[in-house]
C-alpha cells in the first residue's frame, strides 16, 4: 500500500505567516496594499483530501488495502479575480489533481503466496465561477475573506494491474485496464487569510470545501457513485492590478 503526501505542503500556512511582519510596520496609508485594485491572479498549491463516502470507497476499503486518505496528494490551481467593490470580487478559477495509490486484495493471495496488487489512479480538473468577500480592507496586515461558488468538476478514474477473475470454477489472476470518466457539477466554500507584502503582492493560506458526485458508468457499471468531495488545505501568491 503506497500513499503520497508532501509535508512540505503542509507548512505553506506557516510561511506565509512569517512572511506577513514587513508588512505590519503601519496599518493606514502605506504602499502594501491593494485597496482601489480592481483585478488580481491567484497561483495556489496545496493538498486535496478526497472525502471518500460513496459505494466505491466502500466496496474498495472493504475488498483491497486501502481507502480514500491513501489518495491525499498535490493540487495546483490558478484564480482570476475581478473586483465589483471594494471587498467583494467574482472569481474564475480552474485546478488540477492527480491522486494514486498501490492497493492488493486484503484475503486473496497468488498461487506462490504474493499479494496481488493493482494501482488506481483518481484525475479530476475543476472549473468554478464563484464570489470573494474580504471582511476587512485589503490594505490591512492580515485580510481575512471568504468565499463560495460552483462549476464543472471533470474526473477520469483508472485502475490497472492483477486482479482476480471470480467467475470461474477455479479463481485466476489476470492483468486488465479499466477506466471511465465524466464531468459533474458541484460546489465548493472556502476561507483563508491575506498577508499584503508588497504593493501588488499577497501570500494567502486558506480551507476549501469542495462536493461534487458522479455516477459510475462503463467498465465501472453497477458499482454505484464516485464521491468527488473532499477539502483543500493550500497556500499561494496574489498578484493585484
Known amino acids: 500500500m503506497m500513499k503520497k503526501k508532501n509535508p512540505v505542503l503542509l507548512t505553506l500556512p506557516l510561511l506565509a505567516l512569517l512572511a506577513a511582519p514587513p508588512a505590519w510596520a503601519d496599518n493606514q496609508g502605506s ?6 485594485e480592481t483585478q488580481a491572479w491567484r497561483l495556489q498549491v496545496g493538498v ?3 472525502r471518500g463516502e460513496s459505494s466505491y470507497w466502500d466496496d474498495l476499503s ?3 488495502t486501502g481507502d480514500a486518505d491513501n489518495f491525499d496528494d498535490a493540487l495546483v490551481g490558478l484564480e482570476y479575480t475581478r473586483y465589483v467593490s471594494d471587498r467583494l470580487g467574482v472569481v474564475a478559477s480552474a485546478s488540477a489533481f492527480e491522486g494514486t495509490s498501490e492497493l492488493s486484495y486484503r484475503d486473496y493471495v497468488d498461487e506462490f503466496g504474493n499479494d496481488i496488487y493493482h494501482s488506481t489512479d483518481l484525475d479530476m480538473a475543476t472549473f468554478n465561477l464563484g464570489l470573494l468577500v474580504h471582511l476587512t480592507r485589503r490594505d490591512r496586515a492580515i485580510v481575512p475573506y471568504l468565499g463560495a461558488g460552483g462549476g464543472l468538476y471533470s474526473w477520469r478514474l483508472t485502475e490497472h494491474g492483477d486482479f482476480i477473475d ?3 470454477a477455479t479463481p485466476e489472476v489476470f492483468f486488465d485496464i479499466f477506466e471511465d470518466d465524466g464531468t459533474s457539477l458541484g460546489y465548493y466554500l472556502q476561507a483563508g487569510l491575506e498577508v499584503p507584502v508588497a504593493r501588488s503582492v499577497s501570500v494567502f493560506a486558506e480551507g476549501r470545501w469542495q462536493r461534487a458526485d458522479a455516477k459510475l458508468e462503463g467498465d465501472f457499471a453497477g458499482l454505484g457513485d464516485l464521491d468527488l468531495s473532499g477539502r483543500t ?9
Open 48 to 50: 486535496l483530501e478526497p
Open 31 to 36: 504602499s502594501r496594499g491593494h485597496w482601489g
Open 233 to 241: 488545505l493550500s497556500a499561494g501568491l496574489t498578484w493585484s492590478f
Open 166 to 168: 471470480f467467475s470461474l
Open 62 to 64: 472493504f475488498d483491497f
